[in-house]
């Protein structure tokens, strides 16, 4: 196996690394077309000559609105090493959602695929630069036409570098160190509207670290389909892949028979994700044709995985681990042993890392012994640096002492493995996403027949759970759940819409007017038992 990696003050170190010490070794592929560590780190040093000339300093942000692909990968090291700030937009937002990110980011640059899988982004492109004065180049990540003369495309962004010696950028990345910011993570709240969570090179280093201590291939491939604005895109797999020199096997959009083609075809040896697409994958009619032998293990995070699907699962390779960690950690924190019991695997999150501090704390404000519910809670220099340009909600997440206030309630065993009871919080996962209530809630309530809406996270068999909705028409209002769904999906990700809808008279509040969810919640288990009898 190879020897541990080395470890570097900044993430983006690892690209000068490996181009010196593996320079043909493959850093990343997509439809076979395959970038060298050598290539990887020319086309970086490019953008980021490209990134100085467009006159970004450090500290500012640089977003990019892309499947994954080299593109992203090039754009987020040029600006990590320069030290500005990358931020991902995922292609399934709607025009929304991406204007109240790019409008709180502020980004001075905004990189854009103009068409991802049949949706023509052109002209949200052009309405996000409308007024941003922020905004000093934006570039179509396209050798094509350029849709205005305002734009332009990369091959003419890139030749704005031509004016800036390697001396400069020398001397930029100097300038960056480890405790800077090298990413932006937008995650929401309770309050539904998403906040920016600063990740730090040395988090992003340290997480990779430890993850590579627990999670171990050679050659160390990874199939890569998760959203470039996840922190599990940009940290746990591709700084995980750049830490060890290993390959970002792209795909553009999750598909299960492409999955397995891709694994097959490409000698995937890590087989990582969530358990809905790996179980979507292994529920494919004709996953029994393709060749797996390549993979050495598999591991996830994210969601909790059914026995059954760890059974199958270890047909494949005895290697499996599940992990846990949040945006604000910036990657997994507990680990369970590789090759662990399917007990531990489908009802804990492995062990706390020895590098994290990691305790849980009952209400009371004590540290939890074996056995008892607290919250998860988290310290060390790995974590987030805080929210961006929110003092206060950074205060309320991590304490004068340092500890992070995860929100997550959970206990340990006398094993030593961590059980994950729930979320303090009202926030549900969707096929591994996080999905807020309140930023539904608030969605539903703007529709014009809406007098009140309530958002509940219920089991569901593929995707973990799915978001169910109460919703109370405004008086002499009367529309079919059809036109709310539709009203939804075009306002929301398509993993945030409700999948089932409800339409009451009124809903039970609590004696301060707050709704009461778990009245409602009893009220939906009494409508599902109704549903079964009849």
């Not at 995922?90 to 991802?116: H, M, S």
């Not at 050679?218 to 995980?240: A, K, M, Q, W, Y």
């Not at 909705?469 to 409700?498: H, M």
């Not at 609590?510 to 009898?533: F, M, N």
Request: charged share 25%; net charge negative; hydrophobic share 40%.
């Amino acid at each position: 196996m190879r020897n541990a990696p080395p470890r570097l003050e900044r993430i983006s170190d690892y690209v000068d690394y490996y181009a010196a010490t593996t320079p043909s070794a493959p850093a990343a592929s997509l439809d076979g077309e395959v970038v060298t560590y050598s290539e990887l780190k020319s086309r970086v040093d490019a953008c980021a000559l490209a990134l100085i000339a467009c006159g970004v300093e450090k500290g500012d942000r640089v977003a990019t609105l892309s499947p994954p692909c080299p593109d992203f990968l090039v754009v987020f090291l040029a600006t990590a090493t320069v030290g500005g700030i990358w931020l991902g937009l995922n292609p399934r937002y709607k025009f929304l959602e991406y204007a109240y990110v790019v409008g709180d980011a502020k980004p001075k640059v905004l990189f854009a695929r103009t068409n991802i899988d049949g949706r023509d982004y052109r002209r949200d492109v052009a309405a996000l630069s409308e007024d941003a004065e922020y905004l000093t180049s934006l570039v179509v990540l396209s050798d094509g036409p350029e849709p205005t003369c305002d734009h332009l495309n990369y091959g003419r962004f890139i030749a704005k570098g031509d004016s800036i010696s390697m001396e400069s950028l020398m001397k930029r990345r100097e300038q960056t160190s480890g405790t800077d910011a090298a990413l932006l993570v937008y995650t929401s709240g309770t309050t539904g509207r998403p906040k920016g969570a600063l990740l730090p090179h040395r988090g992003l280093v340290t997480c990779c670290e430890v993850q590579s201590h627990h999670w171990k291939a050679e050659p160390t491939r990874i199939l890569n389909f998760l959203p470039i604005n996840h922190v599990g895109c940009v940290g746990d797999i591709s700084s995980f892949i750049l830490m060890n020199g290993g390959c970002n096997v792209f795909m553009e959009k999750f598909d299960p028979g492409k999955s397995l083609e891709m694994i097959e075809k490409e000698r995937v040896t890590i087989w990582g994700g969530i358990p809905t697409t790996i179980q979507m994958c292994l529920e494919h009619p004709d996953s029994d044709q393709y060749d797996l032998s390549s993979i050495q293990l598999i591991a996830w995070s994210g969601a909790a995985a059914s026995r059954s699907l760890i059974e199958r699962m270890r047909k494949i390779t005895p290697n499996l681990s599940v992990s846990y960690g949040l945006t604000e950690s910036v990657g997994s924190v507990t680990y369970a042993q590789v090759g662990a019991s399917s007990d531990v695997l489908s009802s804990t999150i492995g062990i706390p890392a020895s590098a994290f501090e990691f305790r849980i704390m009952t209400p009371e404000g004590r540290e939890a012994i074996a056995g008892e519910m607290g919250e998860i809670q988290l310290r060390g220099d790995f974590l987030m640096l805080g929210y961006f340009n929110r003092p206060d909600e950074t205060s309320a997440a991590i304490d004068k002492e340092g500890w992070l206030h995860t929100g997550d309630l959970g206990k340990m065993r006398a094993d030593g493995n961590v059980e994950l009871a729930g979320r303090m919080k009202e926030m549900f996962k969707s096929g591994g996403y996080n999905v807020y209530p309140r930023e539904i809630e608030m969605v539903l309530e703007e529709h014009p027949g809406t007098a009140m809406a309530a958002v509940l996270g219920v089991e569901d068999h593929l995707y973990g759970e799915v978001g169910h909705a109460f919703i109370v028409p405004a008086p002499g209002q009367d529309y079919s759940t059809e036109e709310i769904s539709l009203y939804c999906r075009e306002r929301l990700a398509n993993y945030k819409v409700p999948k089932g809808f409800t339409v009451e008279s009124s809903l039970p509040l609590l004696p301060i007017g707050k709704i009461d969810k778990s009245a409602l919640r009893a009220r939906l288990s009494t409508l599902e038992s109704q549903a079964v009898d009849s």
